[in-house]
């Protein structure tokens, strides 16, 4: 699914929402204004990888924004906020093309039975994969009224949920943030950009 071509407009957005496994997405970031990501800096110029075999959160909401990058670039992406999350198997890869090649960093970690936790979870993605099941879901409300602290814009279509479970996450993302995040058994790897989370 690639969301680059939708525009800023709502019809745009409610194609971007529409589809509810989207809107399961989300795992990590926080705040939110205008539906725009609200980060304190600018995305680089490539997106990364997120993989869990198990995500479980509460508090649970999903609507369309954009994610800036350094040179003024808007990038259209599926906003996700979950107020309290667990990620078994975490895996985060990316890879950036360097003078001397391809450089890729990999990050694991929640195995062994001891997830990672995190808290004010939001990420804006373009792409998510998974078993995912919601409790008691909301699918059309306004984005300004969803059940997370981080919201939307007034008039634009938004789904939340009480709480989500994914099976076997895969997601490509341009932002990822939380107020708190515990990665359990954390390893960072430099590898050469052949290996990454899926």
Not at 70 to 94: E, F, P, R, W, Y
Not at 97 to 119: E, N
Not at 174 to 186: D, N, R, Y
Request: glycine content about 12%; charged content about 10%.
């Amino acid at each position: 699914m690639t969301f680059r071509k939708l525009t800023g407009t709502h019809a745009g957005r409610i194609v971007l929402a529409a589809v509810p496994v989207a809107i399961a997405a989300t795992v990590l970031m926080t705040g939110v204004a205008q539906g725009a990501v609200p980060v304190s800096f600018a995305v680089s110029g490539s997106q990364f990888q997120i993989s869990a075999s198990e995500l479980s959160g509460t508090g649970f909401s999903q609507y369309a924004g954009v994610a800036p990058d350094t040179a003024g670039k808007q990038h259209q992406v599926a906003i996700a906020n979950i107020n309290s999350a667990t990620l078994a198997d975490l895996c985060q890869s990316v890879v950036t093309d360097t003078p001397l090649g391809k450089v890729g960093m990999l990050i694991t970690a929640g195995g062994g039975g001891k997830p990672a936790s995190a808290t004010d979870l939001q990420i804006g993605m373009t792409d998510l994969k998974g078993d995912s099941t919601f409790n008691n879901i909301r699918i059309g409300v306004d984005a300004s009224t969803v059940n997370t602290s981080a919201k939307g814009t007034a008039g634009d279509f938004a789904q939340d949920a009480d709480s989500l479970k994914i099976l076997n996450l895969q997601q490509t993302a341009w932002s990822t943030q939380a107020s708190v995040f515990t990665l359990t058994g954390m390893h960072l790897q430099l590898t050469d950009g052949s290996k990454g989370c899926f």
